[in-house]
């Protein structure tokens, strides 16, 4: 978040990627893309592309890390070293871990880990090409590739941004409003019992505007949850 | 899947089936599966690509970037090859930093590239002694089904010739231009299933085999990298008969890679 910036983002309620405020990049999902993985999923979200790979229930390794009365989800957030446009070295750096944990622990909250003591949900994903938005859009294909998997869960979780831009609260920001904008706030919810599972925020909002943007990421992934069913019927769905 | 427990009656199933000339997968022994060559679809990427041989997934990004020269070659560019093992290509595949055999890999597909001299490095000087282009070659496995030495292979020298050199981002001249490349050399790979030496094996044979042998080629005909792996061994003559099978066998993943 730049913050304060002399750069038209929004002009007329029109973004410069031609959206409206509280529209959606194209998301595209496709579910079951990779052969050795329980479950996977390939996501394009505008130019973000994301791969999801699931294996588990399996034994957890290191066994210090098992619960007696549950199982973990192991979430692993990368980011390919071509996804962006200076080259990213190899291997998980301070925001990558931090990704990868509280994802772990939004998954601990939807699947059923109480069926699987002393078990791991090995949950991979791969961002192949970055243009801002990518915990969200990984996060989205992680729900699918656990669903691919087969594994028990309460729902799936979609993620979506919201954040604000020459003083307009808008919807999943890209690559310029994520780098000029003024705030952003990712956020993941469980769509049938409207619960928060994961939440950031930086920048600035005044208290309406951030009503304001929690409606508008809402309303995303609400939208969202509708094309990961899709995309899930469209494999699994069978005749119509 | 590959693992390494695999019961003896596997190891024997697939080591008489080798023994008569036979693959689990219908293949004869020296036969390579089927391969699809895709380029460009990284945007970030100066060049990308991806390839499947069978079941195995490896997507390749190519990043220039501008550095200093080493002192011993003040007027070539460089190279640095990396791949990365995701966990979510294997179940045996761990997180974490990579491990030696993700290091060999690495390397073995680096030499292949960089000693057929695929590369022009004395065209990638900028300016002598203070700034080259350094070529990063960034392999993702994302299904691993076997052969990730071939289809690494492939997939680098897919992506390279695909790439473009970023000329106008860093303002070097007007206009960006193709990756001088000069040959094409490919990887055959061999595994010893019992008596038998087979191209191309899959993870379930790579599970079960005692030995590998890795051949590069250029396209003249010539080798110009090889490496011999595991705990097995080859006899001199099953060595002799690779490098010759490899030199016949290498024809369709050169048109593929031809047809891209």
Known sequence: ?240 | MSSDSVSNLMKGHMESLAAEGKRADGRGINEFREVKIETGMINTAEGSSMVHLGKTKVLCGIKLLIGTPYGDSPGSGTMTTSTELAPLADQSFDPGPPREASIELARVVDRGIRESRMIDFDALCIERGERVWMVYIDLHILDNGGNLFDCCTLAAAAALSNAKIPNVQHGIADEDVDLPVTCWPISCTFGRLGDTVILDPTSDEEAVMSARLTVAHDEDGNIRAAQKGMNGAFTDAEVREAVKTARKSDNVLREALKGI
């Not at chain 1, 692993?76 to 962006?84: D, E, G, I, K, L």
């Not at chain 1, 200076?86 to 909250?109: C, H, M, N, T, W």
């Not at chain 1, 090409?129 to 656990?146: D, I, K, N, Q, Y």
């Not at chain 1, 619960?195 to 943007?213: K, N, W």
């Open chain 1, 1 to 240: 978040m730049a913050g304060q910036t002399d750069m038209e983002l929004i002009k007329d309620g029109v973004r410069l990627d031609g959206r409206k405020p509280d529209e959606l990049r194209e998301v595209k999902i496709t579910a079951g893309v990779l052969d050795n993985a329980d479950g996977s999923c390939y996501l394009e979200w505008g130019n973000n592309k994301i791969y999801a790979g699931v294996f588990g229930p399996m034994e957890c390794h290191p066994r210090h890390k098992q619960k007696a009365d549950r199982a973990i989800v192991q979430a692993r957030y990368t980011m390919a070293p071509f996804s962006v446009n200076d080259r990213k070295r190899p291997g998980l750096d301070r925001r990558s871990s931090e990704i990868s944990y509280i994802v772990s622990q939004a998954f601990e909250k939807v699947v059923m880990v109480e069926e699987f003591p002393k078990a791991s949900i090995r949950v991979d994903m791969q961002v192949v090409e970055a243009h801002a938005g990518t915990r969200c859009a990984a996060m989205t294909a992680a729900s699918v590739a656990l669903a691919d998997a087969g594994i028990p869960m309460r729902d799936m979780i979609p993620a979506c941004a919201s954040g604000k831009v020459n003083d307009v609260v808008v919807l999943d920001l890209n690559k310029e409003e994520d780098n000029y904008g003024q705030a952003d706030l990712p956020l993941a919810i469980i769509p049938s019992t409207g619960e928060v599972v994961l939440l950031q925020l930086d920048g600035h909002l005044t208290p309406e505007q951030f009503e304001e943007a929690m409606d508008l990421a809402t309303s995303g992934c609400m939208d969202l949850y509708k094309i990961m069913r899709d995309a899930l019927d469209k494999s699994y769905g069978g005749k119509k």
